[in-house]
């Protein structure tokens, strides 16, 4: 079903029972995640909730920054938190900031902007007299953009992976193997004289097709295997396989954020397109995450990979291709998960006591003794049961 589908589908007014044989690929509040605003809200929420409990997840540097936790560039709501935005803005007036509408995917709509006075002829040019009348204007996230990104072959690229959620409550989730790195066709500058040139700094193949450079035979992107061949030869082994845990580490916390406020319906299961972005410093950041990543193929090996995601995804959703049975809640067995490897469950993992979730953590001594768990990220499985 198509995301607006769902909407009607579970509305209020046209709603619709679904029987137990009838299990859809949305969950009914999906955006609490995959809208831009709603998701960084829900970390914000989520990390403020740690914080009350006093869990050393939510523990902070002496600049008050989360160590853990600080894996989504600091970003407001306009026109609601227009004020704090410009407070931040003006410790740092040489910052670039991105602007992205909340409701938008594949590109639309977003700008960079490196001047206050930007933002007030974007105001203007929305029709509305103030910051005030919010409801004439479509909302907007504006975040800290990533002037450092990890650039190979000078260009800038981001990383799409595919992540199942099969259950909110208890979360279980499971990651593709096989996610690709997209690139931008224009070499990557920090200048400020290219900040309307979204061929430099937007990775979307929507956008990026329509430049003079793009290759229609690999189409701008790599596997994820070749990045992390890549990175194993240019910055070692281990600090690569630091990053891919760091990354698996973002999605569960992400996922953690928002099962509270998922409406878990037992007929639901969803893949998530996760975006994210590497800096230099091989720090990954999670730039958003979509509810309908896309399916269609712009390359030949792309066309392989979206039919055995496909594929993947109902083979877990429906076991052995029977008809599907929203009660059944087994986990499939491993010979079923194709591509997909467990990434998080939470049942194991409650099982398995909860110290085990911060000796995990990549790279810090917190496991017994204060020993670093040298094989953290090898295998997913040693990193998140």
């Known amino acids: 079903m198509s995301v607006q589908t769902i909407r009607n589908v579970f509305s209020v007014e046209t709603g619709y029972r679904l029987s137990d044989d009838q299990i859809v690929n949305h969950f009914p509040n999906h955006y609490e995640?995959?809208?831009?605003?709603?998701?960084?809200?829900?970390?914000?929420?989520?990390?403020?909730?740690?914080?009350?409990?006093?869990?050393?997840l939510a523990e902070k540097d002496e600049s008050g920054k989360y160590l853990y936790l600080d894996f989504v560039p600091v970003t407001y709501m306009l026109p609601a938190d227009y004020n704090l935005f410009v407070e931040e803005f003006r410790k740092s007036p040489s910052s670039t900031w991105i602007m992205k509408p909340c409701g938008k995917a594949q590109g639309k709509g977003i700008f960079l902007i490196n001047k206050l006075s930007q933002i007030k002829k974007w105001s203007r040019d929305s029709k509305t007299s103030s910051f005030m009348t919010q409801s004439t204007?479509?909302?907007?996230?504006?975040?800290?953009?990533?002037?450092?990104?990890?650039?190979?072959?000078?260009?800038?690229?981001?990383?799409?992976?595919?992540?199942?959620v099969s259950t909110y409550r208890p979360l279980r989730c499971y990651m593709y193997k096989l996610g690709f790195?997209?690139?931008?066709?224009?070499?990557?500058?920090?200048?400020?004289?290219?900040?309307?040139?979204?061929?430099?700094?937007?990775?979307?193949?929507?956008?990026?097709?329509?430049?003079?450079?793009?290759?229609?035979?690999?189409?701008?992107?790599?596997?994820?295997?070749?990045?992390?061949?890549?990175?194993?030869?240019?910055?070692?082994?281990?600090?690569?396989?630091?990053?891919f845990d760091e990354i698996h580490w973002i999605i569960v916390?992400?996922?953690?954020?928002?099962?509270?406020?998922?409406?878990?319906?037992?007929?639901?299961?969803?893949?998530?397109?996760?975006?994210?972005?590497i800096d230099d410093k091989l720090k990954p950041w999670l730039i958003e995450v979509n509810a309908s990543p896309s399916l269609t193929s712009s390359t030949a090996n792309d066309r392989i990979l979206k039919y055995n995601l496909i594929n993947d995804t109902?083979?877990?959703?429906?076991?052995?291709?029977?008809?599907?049975?929203?009660?059944?809640?087994?986990?499939?067995?491993?010979?079923?998960?194709?591509?997909?490897?467990?990434?998080?469950?939470?049942?194991?993992?409650?099982?398995d006591g909860a110290d085990r979730e911060l000796r995990s953590r990549p790279g810090q001594s917190l496991g017994p003794k204060g020993s670093r768990l040298r094989d953290a990220g090898r295998t997913v499985l040693t990193t998140w049961k």
């Open 253 to 277: 916390q992400s996922l953690k954020a928002v099962a509270p406020v998922m409406n878990n319906d037992k007929h639901c299961f969803e893949c998530y397109g996760y975006d994210i972005i």
């Open 181 to 243: 790195c997209r690139f931008c066709t224009v070499k990557y500058t920090p200048s400020t004289s290219e900040l309307d040139n979204m061929f430099v700094h937007l990775t979307n193949v929507a956008i990026q097709k329509h430049g003079e450079d793009y290759n229609h035979i690999h189409g701008g992107k790599w596997t994820v295997n070749n990045l992390r061949l890549y990175l194993e030869s240019t910055r070692g082994k281990e600090v690569t396989s630091k990053l």
């Open 137 to 164: 204007k479509e909302a907007y996230v504006i975040s800290l953009y990533i002037n450092n990104p990890l650039l190979i072959g000078g260009r800038k690229f981001d990383l799409r992976l595919y992540v199942l």
């Open 314 to 351: 109902l083979n877990i959703a429906v076991p052995n291709g029977e008809i599907p049975d929203c009660k059944w809640n087994k986990s499939p067995p491993k010979e079923v998960l194709g591509n997909y490897e467990i990434l998080y469950d939470e049942e194991l993992a409650q099982g």
């Open 33 to 56: 995640l995959t809208r831009k605003d709603l998701m960084v809200k829900n970390i914000k929420r989520y990390r403020k909730e740690l914080e009350k409990e006093g869990s050393p």
